[in-house]
């Protein structure tokens, strides 16, 4: 059967499973375009900026555990998926990014919107390719895919010159991809596993650090089995969130920059380690001379290249977190581990992380509480980067696997917006929840008409504080209050959504908060609402840049209990 080089492309998008493309079009992918109406069971999404496409199928990906597709002009429309496939990148999700490029006669002259994405997109993507030769070009799409969802997941990018998408030739999908050199591990080395059991089961300050990996692999109930038999904390990364119940009694919250107090001290006192599918990020460990001092530690990653990067390793395991926990599970012994998990809750006791102090101002965390208790903990949660992001991670608490959805590597604003897309055209009966920060959301806001078109129902919310409000802490502590480039005015968010046609409230009053949120939840589509909060609060607790975990420096105001009751017994 001969088809053209468009043809196979499509075809071998429904065989991978493809449902959606998140694209926007131009001259050299025009061939493409052109074709894909043929396919109606690839939808279409048209986003209003390639960032968005890549963010979008980025937030697919990470929700539904598929691959997620944008699709890109040459050139600017090219070059505009950058930041997004980056994004991927670094927090390892699988996406295929698919540009058009101009016709092979015409690449190397500088031909009009000609630019050498492969090149640009090398040290962001696991693996790219220029599609030159249509004869092959259905092994390298099936490639390309293969390379993106196995062993560590990352984005990929196919370049298609105009005339390979207009060439006809023999189609034939190739019944397997077979790549010498990528042969991605799943099963630990059964040595290293036994010499993790016995570092566990003679253990008696275990520390679990859960990462991003659980969440990919699907490890929860290995996860949970491992914590539960042998009663170890679990502390999770902030990609990690979501890994394990955060009201279960054995989760102790995040660790990190602005992670909970107790869940730094105890990886400071822990003699045992146990790293799962997280790579040691500066963030995560504070000074890397002094984490974990005491401890043994144990990791366990798909990716070879992450053992040994940042700390020191003392038992490797390369493997998938599912297939070596499930393994590990079965050596490992019932422990109680009173004392340990007492002195937790001890530190618990002494730096609290859910209070919420009383303010006349709203205050941002208590948006997020709201937000977590009119949803019921049941809303998956898009972030943009900042203050927003890190009270989204601390005060929704995350019970249900893979509900919080951010940009941790790159830490990319704007990536909100067009995630909460995403999100919610890969899980369509799920409540999305875009928890925004001013400055961040003014970086894709143009999503909004994508949003309207495609009536895809997504809850926003920003937290407008007038400024870009984790540079303004950073300026306030290190920069004696110079408060420079950081405060930010908006456009009025509320007629800006009208405009689009998404409706929205501003809010100024605690009291308005709940309602105001109800009121969100209530109304079939999307909804936005503006709320305008305490300009000058900051995120505690606080590791500072340079600083050991357990060097954290907390909310100097009197705290006081707010909503007490409805705090969880034991959580973050
Ligand atoms: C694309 C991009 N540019 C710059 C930064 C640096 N940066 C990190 S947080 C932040 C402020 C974010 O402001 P806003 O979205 O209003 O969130 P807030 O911290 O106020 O909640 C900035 C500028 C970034 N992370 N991403
Ligand atoms: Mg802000």
């Given at each position: ?189 059964p040595a290293q596993i036994k010499r993790a059991a016995r570092l566990i089961n003679e253990a ?22 491992l914590?539960?038999?042998a ?43 146990i ?23 144990i ?16 038992v490797?395991i ?7 926990l499930?393994v590990l599970n079965r050596q490992i012994a ?239």
């Amino acid at each position: 059967m001969k088809l053209t080089g468009s043809q196979i492309v499509c075809e071998c998008l429904v065989k991978e499973g493809v449902e959606v493309i998140f694209g926007f079009p131009g001259g050299q992918i025009l061939p493409f375009y052109d074709t894909l109406p043929q396919y109606p069971q690839l939808r279409h999404i048209l986003v209003r900026h390639e960032q968005a496409a890549a963010h979008a199928a980025d937030a697919y990906a990470r929700v539904t555990g598929k691959v997620g597709v944008c699709l890109a002009t040459s050139g600017p429309g090219a070059t505009n998926l950058v930041t997004g496939i980056a994004t991927a990148y670094l927090d390892s999700v699988p996406v295929i990014a698919i540009t058009g490029q101009v016709g092979r006669s015409f690449i190397g002259k500088d031909a009009f919107q000609e630019i050498d994405i492969t090149g640009i997109t090398l040290p962001i993507t696991k693996h790219n390719y220029l599609a030159m030769d249509t004869s092959t070009l259905a092994q390298t799409v099936r490639e390309a895919f293969f390379v993106a969802r196995t062993g560590r997941p990352g984005p990929a990018l196919l370049d298609l010159p105009r005339d390979v998408q207009i060439e006809q030739t023999d189609f034939h999908y190739p019944a397997k991809v077979d790549l010498s050199g990528y042969k991605p591990v799943l099963e630990g080395h059964p040595a290293q596993i036994k010499r993790a059991a016995r570092l566990i089961n003679e253990a008696k300050r275990p520390v679990i650090i859960s990462g991003r990996g659980v969440n990919i692999s699907g490890a929860y109930d290995e996860l949970k089995k491992l914590a539960e038999t042998a009663q170890i904390p679990v502390i999770t990364t902030l990609l990690g969130i979501s890994t394990f119940p955060e009201s279960h009694v054995l989760s102790y919250g995040m660790l990190g920059m602005h992670g909970t107090g107790y869940a730094n001290m105890a990886v400071n006192e822990s003699d045992l380690v146990i790293a799962i599918g997280m790579r040691f990020d500066d963030r995560a460990t504070g000074k890397v001379s002094a984490f974990a001092p005491k401890a043994s530690i144990i990791h366990i990653d798909i990716d070879a290249a992450e053992i040994g990067k940042n700390v020191r390793v003392d038992v490797p395991i390369v493997g998938d977190a599912k297939v070596v926990l499930d393994v590990l599970n079965r050596q490992i012994a019932a422990a109680k581990r009173t004392e340990w998990l007492h002195q937790l809750d001890t530190w618990r006791k002494e730096h609290p992380a859910t209070v919420i102090r009383d303010c006349a101002e709203i205050l941002p965390q208590y948006v997020v509480r709201k937000i977590y208790d009119i949803t019921r903990g049941d809303a998956i949660i898009t972030t943009g980067v900042g203050q927003n992001q890190m009270w989204a991670a601390q005060h929704y608490w995350y019970d249900k696997p893979n509900r919080f959805i951010s940009s941790g590597g790159l830490g990319t604003m704007g990536y909100g917006l067009p995630a909460a897309m995403g999100a919610k055209v890969g899980r369509p009966d799920e409540t999305v929840w875009c928890i925004d920060g001013d400055g961040s959301f003014q970086m894709n806001i143009q999503e909004l008409a994508t949003i309207v078109q495609e009536k895809l129902a997504v809850k926003i919310a920003i937290l407008n504080n007038g400024y870009l409000g984790m540079v303004r802490q950073w300026q306030q502590l290190f920069y004696a209050k110079r408060y420079f480039a950081t405060p930010l005015t908006g456009p009025d968010f509320v007629k800006i959504g009208e405009a689009y046609g998404v409706p929205g409230i501003r809010v100024m009053q605690m009291s308005e908060v709940g309602p105001a949120i109800e009121q969100a939840m209530a109304y079939d589509g999307p909804f936005l609402i503006d709320f305008i909060v305490e300009p000058e609060e900051n995120v505690y607790p606080m590791v500072v840049p340079g600083a050991a975990l357990a060097e954290f420096l907390e909310e100097p105001k009197k705290q006081t209990l707010k909503d007490s009751a409805k705090l969880p017994v034991s959580g973050i």
